[in-house]
């Protein structure tokens, strides 16, 4: 079942209304942002073994908690940093997760002296298959399993599938080019 006809079968209205803003004005939608392409990472890895309802509630306070998802930021981060963010009830607290956030903000910062920006690095290795993407990622990051790094990659355009032909923001997602359909 897709993320598109799984909203209509929400309840409460609160619930579906959150659901339906990411689905409607983000998902699938291309990021050309490097700082939020790292919070969607930060956010899918955080994901893991919750679940997305629970990841978009605390959007806001990911956002406090990593300085709006600035990665030269996060990459500075110490044990200070690591400890707030360890006490901070607002986001997920998980070493491994916190961690991952850091390491993973100070490859993006080697990708974007290297390639220019992070954006630029995927681009770089567009196309490619799932396995393909997932093989690169667990090699270049931390936390990056396949199930994170393929809604990483859908819900920023790299690969298909966040909208069914037949979902109403289809169109809209396709009129933004997403990788997956640029070529």
């Known amino acids: 079942m ?5 909203i209509d079968t929400l309840q409460p209205e609160e619930k579906k209304a959150l659901h339906q803003n ?27 073994g919750l679940s997305w309802e629970t990841i978009l509630k605390k959007e806001a306070s990911f956002r406090k908690a990593y300085h709006n998802f600035n990665i030269k930021k996060v990459a500075a981060y110490g044990e200070k940093d690591i400890e707030r963010l360890m006490n901070d009830a607002g986001i997920i607290r998980n070493k491994l997760k916190v961690n991952a956030a850091i390491e993973n903000a100070k490859t993006i910062l080697a990708l974007q002296k290297e390639y220019g920006s992070f954006e630029k690095w995927l681009a770089h290795h567009h196309p490619k298959t799932k396995e393909e ?28 599938g966040a909208h069914t032909p037949q979902c109403r923001i289809y169109s809209e997602v396709m009129k933004q080019k997403p990788m997956w359909a640029a070529k």
Not at 145 to 159: A, D, H, K, R
Request: glycine share 8%; aromatic share 18%; charged share 20%.
């Open 22 to 48: 990411y689905h409607d004005n983000h998902y699938g939608f291309p990021i050309h942002d490097d700082n939020e392409l790292f919070g969607r990472l930060i956010m899918e890895i955080n994901q893991a």
């Open 2 to 6: 897709s993320y598109c006809s799984v």
């Open 133 to 160: 993407w997932v093989k690169l990622f667990k090699k270049t990051f931390r936390f990056t399993g396949g199930e994170i790094v393929n809604e990483f990659l859908m819900s920023t355009g790299y690969l298909p």
